[in-house]
């Protein structure tokens, strides 16, 4: 088993930003694998509304969002961590303000293959 750790920050505003890509371009990603989100959302406030949304295409169809975590104001606990879901397909895990004002978001992408 290997554990390969990803990690940065980003400032989060109106457009989506993939974490696996590093960028607010998505590229599916198609090793197969477990992946894990950890996010520190101590910089929200209120008014703020982030959305983190987890993406898979299903027999080689269109990569979608199977899942999607909507943080609203002042977080506390401060730090969030998702379940584990195993992807394989063309996966990518996102984050998108909805709300607010931009904020500089922590993350780490936990992969386990």
Request: glycine share 8%; aromatic share 12%.
């Amino acid at each position: 088993m290997a554990i390969t750790l990803t990690g940065g920050s980003a400032s989060i505003s109106t457009t989506e930003y993939f974490l696996a890509s590093q960028s607010t371009t998505a590229t599916y990603q198609t090793a197969d694998m477990a992946i894990q989100v950890f996010l520190d959302l101590s910089a929200m406030g209120a008014g703020d509304t982030f959305v983190l949304k987890f993406y898979e295409k299903v027999n080689g169809g269109t990569s979608r969002s199977f899942v999607s975590t909507t943080f609203t104001n002042a977080q506390s606990p401060a730090h969030y961590s998702s379940l584990q879901y195993i992807v394989g397909e063309g996966w990518e895990v996102s984050l998108i303000k909805t709300a607010g004002t931009d904020r500089t978001i922590p993350w780490s992408l936990r992969q386990v293959a």
